[in-house]
C-alpha cells in the first residue's frame, strides 16, 4: 500500500516537473526568436502633447501610459511635449509664459521639461507619475512643493532640477516643447493629444485615451514592421 502510494506520487511529481521544464523551454525559445525579431525592426514615434495641471491630461498619463510603459518601450519611441494650450512671447532676450491653467502650470511644465531633458524616461516617467498623482483635485496646488516630493521620493536630484528651471535652460526647454506643439498639424484644439508616427488620426486619439492602449501601439509597430519581416 505504502509502495504504491510512492509509485503515485514520484509520477505524479516526474509529470509536474516534465511540464515546468517544457513550459520554460518554450517560453524561453519564444523570447529568443521574439529578440532575434526585434533587433531590426523599426519603432513607432509616439508623441504626447499635455500639460501638467490638466485633468484629462492626468487620466491619460496615469491610466494609459505610465503603467503601460513597460510594455511599449521596446516598440515605442515615446516623447513627451509639456506645453498643451499655453502661449509664449519673446520679451527682450527672454521669454514670457502664459498657461491655461495659471502660472503653476507653466511652472510645472517647466519642471518636466527639466526632468526629462537630464533624465531617461525610465527615470522620468516615475517622477511624472509621482506628480500628477498628487496634483491631481488640488484646487491650490502647491506646485514646487509636491515635485520636490517627488523628486526625493524617486530619487532625482531637485537642486538640478530647480537650477534647470531657474536659468535660460528651462525657458528654452518649454519654448522647445511650445514650437513643437505648435507646429502640429491639424492644430492641436484638445488637450492631451497622442500623435503616432507624426500623423494625427481621430480614431488613434481615441483608442490612446480610452482604449486598449499597448494593443495599439503593438498593432501599429507591426504594421510598420510587416514589410521588413517577410
Ligand atoms: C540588421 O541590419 C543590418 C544592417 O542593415 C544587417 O547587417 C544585419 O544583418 C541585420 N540583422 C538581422 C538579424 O536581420
Ligand atoms: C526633500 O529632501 C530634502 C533633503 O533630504 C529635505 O530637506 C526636504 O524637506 C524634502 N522635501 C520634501 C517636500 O519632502
Request: hydrophobic share 35%.
Amino acid at each position: 500500500m505504502v509502495n504504491h502510494q510512492l509509485f503515485l506520487y514520484s509520477t505524479f511529481s516526474m509529470i509536474i516537473l516534465f511540464i515546468c521544464w517544457s513550459w520554460t523551454t518554450a517560453s524561453e525559445l519564444e523570447q529568443i526568436i521574439n529578440n532575434n525579431d526585434n533587433t531590426n525592426k523599426s519603432k513607432i514615434k509616439v508623441d504626447v502633447y499635455y500639460e501638467t495641471l490638466c485633468p484629462d491630461s492626468i487620466q491619460f498619463l496615469l491610466r494609459q501610459l505610465v503603467p503601460n510603459y513597460d510594455r511599449i518601450k521596446d516598440k515605442a519611441d515615446l516623447r513627451l511635449y509639456p506645453f498643451g494650450k499655453a502661449q509664449f512671447f519673446e520679451s527682450g532676450n527672454s521669454y514670457e509664459f502664459y498657461c491655461q491653467h495659471g502660472p503653476k502650470e507653466c511652472r510645472g511644465n517647466m519642471i518636466h521639461c527639466c526632468v526629462l531633458h537630464q533624465n531617461s524616461y525610465d527615470v522620468s516617467l516615475p517622477f511624472i507619475k509621482c506628480m500628477e498623482k498628487e496634483l491631481y483635485g488640488l484646487r491650490r496646488p502647491d506646485v514646487d512643493f509636491v515635485a520636490q516630493k517627488c523628486a526625493n521620493w524617486t530619487n532625482i536630484d531637485w537642486k538640478h532640477v530647480d537650477d534647470c528651471t531657474t536659468t535660460n535652460l528651462g525657458k528654452q526647454l518649454l519654448v522647445d516643447a511650445g514650437r513643437k506643439t505648435k507646429a502640429v498639424k491639424p492644430k492641436i484644439t484638445f488637450i492631451p493629444t497622442i500623435i503616432l508616427d507624426e500623423k494625427y488620426s481621430e480614431r488613434i486619439q481615441d483608442q490612446a485615451l480610452y482604449g486598449d492602449f499597448v494593443k495599439l501601439i503593438e498593432n501599429h509597430y507591426n504594421k510598420k514592421n510587416e514589410h521588413e519581416t517577410k
